[in-house]
Structures are given as C-alpha cells and as structure tokens.
C-alpha cells in the first residue's frame, strides 16, 4: 500500500503542471455542472468561476452588464457557477416571499461591520432567518408609519438648515454645488438626528465629518466586488489575525460609523463603561436610540448592548447613501426633463397659492401637505424606478429542497436573485416606454378613466406597478427604514422647489454612475437661485387657489 501512494506522490511531483491544469478541469468541470445549472444561459467564464462576476463587479457598472445578458438571453441568466439572475417581476413573490424559508447570501456577511475586532451581526446582515425575525420583532414598532409623526421634528430641524446653508453656501456661487454629496450630508445629518437627536455635524460644517462618508464609499467600493466571493474577505478586512490584533487594541478596526454610534451611546448612558445599559435618570427622547433602549428593557435576554449599537450603526450605514442616491435621482430626472420639472413646480406653487403649505418663511413642506401633491409622488416614484439605490441582485439562497422559481425548478443551496435594475424595466408591467422618464405613467388617464371599466383598468395598472416596484426589497426582509426615507424625500424635494430655482452647471453634461452595491452619482453639479416663496392669495373670504 506504502509503494503505491510513494509511487503515486513521485509522479505527481514529477508531473506538477500537468495535475495542477488535471485538477483546474475538473474544478471547472465541476463548477459547470453544479446544480444542474448548465441548463441556463450566460457567459461561459461564469458558469466555471466566481471571478467572472468580481471582475464584472469591480467595473462598476454590472447592471449595464446584467441588462445586456439579459436582454440577449432572456428571463433567466447564470451569473456565477451557483448563481441565478431572474428578470420576471414572477420571480419576486417567490425568492423573496414570507416564509419561504430562503436565506440570505453570504455576500451580506462581508457587510457587517466590526468595532473592537468584533464583528457585528445586524439586522440587514444576518443570514439567520430566526436571529432575524426575533431582532426584527424588537425594532419593528420604531419604525412604523405611525412613529413618523415622533420623527418628523427630527427631519425638519436638519432640513431647516440644509434650506438655509443651500442658501448661504450655493445660491450664486459660481463653482456650483456636488448635489449628491451636498445631499449625502444632508442624509447623514438627518439620520444622526433621529438616530441621537444629535447631527453629525456635516450641513453646518459643509464637510465630512470624521471621514464617514469618504470611509462608506469606500467600504461599498470593497463590499461590491469582495462580495461575489465573499470568502476573500476573510482573507482581507475580517482576517481573524487583523482582527484579533484589534481586540487586543494593537490597531483601531473600528468603523468610523461605530465609533460616532459608541460615543453617542456613552453620552446617553454614563454607565455603560461598568456594562450597565441604563439612559441617563429624566432622559426624554423620542429618537430611534431610546426606541432601541426601550427593546432592550423589554428584551434584555437577546437585545444587549451590542445589538442596541449594531441597531444604531446599521442606520447611518443602511439610510444614508440609498437616500441621497434616491434624492440626487429625483432632482436629476426632473432637470433632464424640463416640462416635468415645470408641471411639478406648478403642481407646488398652485399649493401655495391655495394656502396649503402652512409655512411660507422658510418653505418646509409637512409630510401631510407632501401627500396631497399627486405629481410630486409620481415624479418620486418615478426616479426610484429609473435609478433604484441597490445596483445588485438582492441574493438569496434556496432552500433545501429547491424551489420554483417564475416556472424554473431550481435546486437547494442555490443563489438566486433579482435586480430592480431589471424588474423596473419590466415592459408588461411598466409599459412599452419603460426604459424613458415618464412621471405620468403613475397618474390614471382621465379620458380612460370616464368609463368604469377604463377605471378599473387603469387602477389595477397602477396597483400592478406599485406591487412590483422593488427599490426597498420585498418580504420579511424588506427595507425596515422605508417609512423613514420617504418622510426625507417627500419633505425635502417640494421644499427645495418653493425655495431655490435649481439648474445645472452644465446643462450638456451627464452624470456618471459608480455602481458599488448602490449606485451613486458623480458630476451632478447645480447650480442654485433664491426664489420667491408662493404665499397664499387672499380673496377676502378666505384663502383661494389662483385661477
Ligand atoms: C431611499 C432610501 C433607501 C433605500 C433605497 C433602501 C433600500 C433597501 C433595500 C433594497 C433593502 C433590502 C436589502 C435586501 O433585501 O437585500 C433594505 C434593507 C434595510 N434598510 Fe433600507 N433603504 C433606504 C433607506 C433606509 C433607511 C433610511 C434606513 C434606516 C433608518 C434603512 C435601513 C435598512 C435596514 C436596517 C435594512 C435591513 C432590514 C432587514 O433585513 O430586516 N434603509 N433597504
């Protein structure tokens, strides 16, 4: 028996290359044939490596590239040897449906983020459905439509001074103004407010803070691509030597995001250095942190200190970029598309004329007033169709077992996924114009809508796209902050209308898109003037809208 493993290791040694290539084939051969995948389409280097799709990723615009896969192959396409991309809008109910029992990938675990050399299991990282559910049931209630009322104070101090420095700082500043950075502090600023009550700091500064936002971009710049192997990141930025160097305090791997969210909590509770969790004695917040300290007294036995700080860091890192990436969209779209922004400034100033804005010093718009302008919402909508935050398939595994997925069987352990950047492409749901800005296509057709069966067709359109729409993920796992980034957007948009008339810098100029999980903007320069406030007009009998 010694004879032949001798016999055995001498040729191998003396063959090297060729057993090294043997070994690489069968590796591919294995990788092609791996769940029964061979059956779909792509591009060949996918279905035998990952490193197709980091490399793919690492370009930073792979929406570009699934689009163009897609549109070649059709509704199904294998982007790594384990991976599905699905297109069909049919495909969400399932992956992403309540208790399907699928899991997320591990390209969420690259995203945790570590303080003292420990990583930190959140909410939007964990691939644990049961840790999931139980921490989600703690937090839920903070973020219910009804706490929006307890937030929208928190939102208007921080927009009261974007409106007045945007004023201070931009309004005829001949170098124009970086928006989507500009609303990038803006975002920040207004989850740190709500999150402490506290405001990191950014919009009075006009600078950022500390490095987060540089620190962020470049966490999603590594995240994106590291993620489609997500193995690598053991070796890179969660290397257990790095990390265990970090505990000891020999280096300081703590998120600049985790250190702002440990000194807050310190502030609130004095006693946290003897490892007591107790709010400073009279404390009277309303903010999302006192929410989170609230769960841990009524849930002390799994909500902790660590889950308490996780909770709060996820805000910063989950609300601020998807949100000024979702803002930056909406004004842009509307500045490429001079008639619509028209209409909706008509829309705003006919509001204001009618007296429906109860301020008209400073222009803050309400959430409720928001609501009562239908081609605000369409526009917003809009926006969040064309150019939806996350730029990747949201993945998730299949359970054991398999699943039918859009009417593939699709086996168990298999990642599969959807995109926003195809489902809102959808021409059987969103129309044959789906791939223009069309703000309209959310409003009914009035001459349809004459009939009552032209009512109903034209309401069920509508309800189908607003049931596909995907830009906050769907299921259990949807976007728990959603209710939070709308009070930001539908406020802070129709503000900065009633106030500033904004304009690009160079109207002939594009933006440019880095796809890095979500997709940001550069080169969206704007320029800004000072507008005169719609003030309501009075008729005598009271306050009536301008003919
Ligand atoms: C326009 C702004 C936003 C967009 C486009 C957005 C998008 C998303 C998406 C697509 C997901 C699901 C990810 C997945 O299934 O893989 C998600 C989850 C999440 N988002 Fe947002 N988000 C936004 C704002 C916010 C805000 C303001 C917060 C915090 C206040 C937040 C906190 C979270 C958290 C904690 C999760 C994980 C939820 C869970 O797994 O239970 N997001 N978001």
């Known amino acids: 028996m010694r004879g032949i493993t001798d016999h ?34 792509g591009p060949f280097l996918a279905s035998v490596t990952d490193w197709w799709r980091l490399v793919d990723v690492y370009g930073r615009r792979p929406e570009v590239t699934h689009r163009a896969l897609h549109r070649k192959h059709g509704d199904v396409v294998r982007l790594g040897p384990n991976t599905l991309s699905f297109s069909n809008p049919q495909a969400l109910r399932t992956i992403y449906g309540l208790n399907k029992g699928f899991t997320k990938s591990e390209f969420y ?22 840790f999931h559910a139980r921490f989600r049931r703690c937090v839920n209630s903070a973020f219910a439509m009804s706490a929006l009322v307890q937030y929208e104070p928190f939102v208007d101090n921080t927009t009261k001074l ?33 999150t402490y009550s506290k405001r990191h700091g950014f919009v009075e500064k006009n600078k950022d803070i500390d490095g987060i936002v540089a620190y962020l971009s470049w966490l999603f710049l590594y995240v994106a691509p590291i993620g489609q192997i997500p193995f ?14 970090s505990q000891w305090g020999f280096i300081d791997a703590t998120f600049p995001v985790a250190r702002f969210a440990g000194n807050r909590m310190a502030e609130r509770m004095p006693d946290l250095t003897k490892g007591e969790l107790k709010p400073v004695p009279g404390a009277k917040s309303l903010d999302l942190l006192s929410k989170f300290l ?36 909406v004004f842009y779209f509307l500045l490429k598309n001079p008639s619509a922004l028209v209409r909706l400034q008509a829309e705003i100033d006919d509001a204001g004329r009618a007296g429906e804005f109860a ?20 526009c917003i909508k809009e926006a969040f169709r064309l150019h939806p935050a996350a730029g990747l398939p949201l993945e ?49 057709d009035e001459e349809l809508c004459k009939t009552e069966v032209g009512k109903k067709a034209e309401e069920s359109r509508v309800k189908e796209m607003n ?17 939070i980034s709308l009070l930001e957007i539908y406020k802070l948009v129709p503000s900065m209308l009633r106030r500033f008339e904004i304009q690009f810098v160079d109207p002939n100029q594009e933006w440019e898109l880095v796809n890095a999980w979500f997709v940001k903007q550069k080169n969206f320069t704007t320029s800004f003037k000072l507008r005169d406030i719609v003030t309501p007009q009075h008729t005598g009998k009271g306050t009536t809208a301008a003919p």
């Open 467 to 483: 049931g596909t729409m995907f830009q906050f993920g769907m299921g259990s796992r949807t976007c728990i902050g959603k209710n």
């Open 396 to 444: 998730r595994v299949v359970p054991q077992g398999g699943a039918e997925i859009a009417g593939h069987f699709v086996q168990g352990g298999t990642i599969v996924g959807c995109s926003a950047w195809l489902i809102h492409m959808d021409k059987g749901v969103f129309g044959e114009d789906a791939d223009i800005y069309r703000p309209e296509r959310w409003l009914y």
């Open 294 to 329: 609230a769960a841990h007294q009524s849930h002390p036995e799994f909500m902790g200190e660590t889950l308490v700080q996780t909770m709060a860091v996820s805000m910063a890192f989950a609300g601020s970029e998807t949100t000024a990436i979702s803002l930056s969209a």
């Open 162 to 194: 974007f409106l007045d420095q945007t004023k201070n700082i931009y309004v005829n500043n001949p170098k124009g103004c970086d928006f989507t950075q500009w609303l990038q502090f803006y975002a920040f600023d207004v989850i740190g407010e709500i």
């Open 109 to 130: 675990v690259v995203q945790q983020s570590i303080a003292k050399g420990h990583r930190l299991q959140s909410l939007f990282s964990t691939t644990d459905n049961d």
């Open 8 to 41: 055995v290791l001498q040729m191998l040694s003396q063959h090297w290359l060729a057993t090294f290539f043997a070994v690489l084939l069968l590796w591919a051969i294995r990788n092609r044939y791996r769940n029964g995948l061979h059956r779909y389409p």
């Open 232 to 245: 690598l990141d053991r070796l890179l930025l969660k290397n257990p030597i790095y990390l265990k160097f």
């Open 359 to 378: 301020d008209s010093e400073t222009g803050l718009v309400t959430w409720h007033e928001s609501q009562r302008l239908p081609y605000l919402d369409a």
